[in-house]
């Protein structure tokens, strides 16, 4: 092991420091290094976002990053951080990591004793995505399916038209869902 790569080492071991801090701290902290090829790959279309949309974005992509980027970025702040349902996740399903919808499938399991606030957020397309690889696609998929109401699969099946302007993560996420 060179000196080189002891220094790459502690810059890694500082820099994931700094994102165990949480989402707010995420904002101050430029991309990592490790992540430019995944960056320019994955997430060219939120560059001009700033670290903090950068780092969603690479979170969203997860299932494609390269295993450097993909260390660095794994514990970066929850998508559920503001949500009125922030305290409700905690109590009801401490144990869930956000992805593939299993947090909106245990709030939904325990919709009878969560707040009114997380039960209106409940029901909104940019909630149930908070929960996928398309997080960071919320935007544009809330202008494109406005008017689609989530569930039985009818957002997923919005999104096919114009999937190839999605994330790669939203895309092999989306894809995945059309087959279930």
Known sequence: MTFGDIRKIIGLIALFSCFAAGAA??????????????????????????????????????????????????????????????????????????????????????????????????????FILKDTPCRVDVDKIDALCSTVAPGAGRLVGCMRPFAMTLTAGCRTYSSMRLKD
């Open 25 to 126: 701290l995420a904002q101050q902290v430029e991309p990592p290094p490790a992540c430019a090829p995944d960056i320019k790959k994955h997430c060219a279309a939120v560059v001009k976002g700033g670290g903090a949309k950068i780092i969603e974005c690479l979170k969203a992509n997860d299932m494609v990053l390269t295993p450097a980027c993909k260390l660095t970025v794994t514990n970066v702040g929850s998508p559920y951080q503001e949500s009125p349902c922030k305290l409700d996740i905690e109590k009801l399903c401490p144990t869930l990591q956000p992805g593939g919808s299993k947090i909106v499938d245990c709030l939904r399991k325990n919709q009878a004793t969560i707040t009114p606030e997380c039960k209106n957020d409940l029901g909104t397309r940019a």
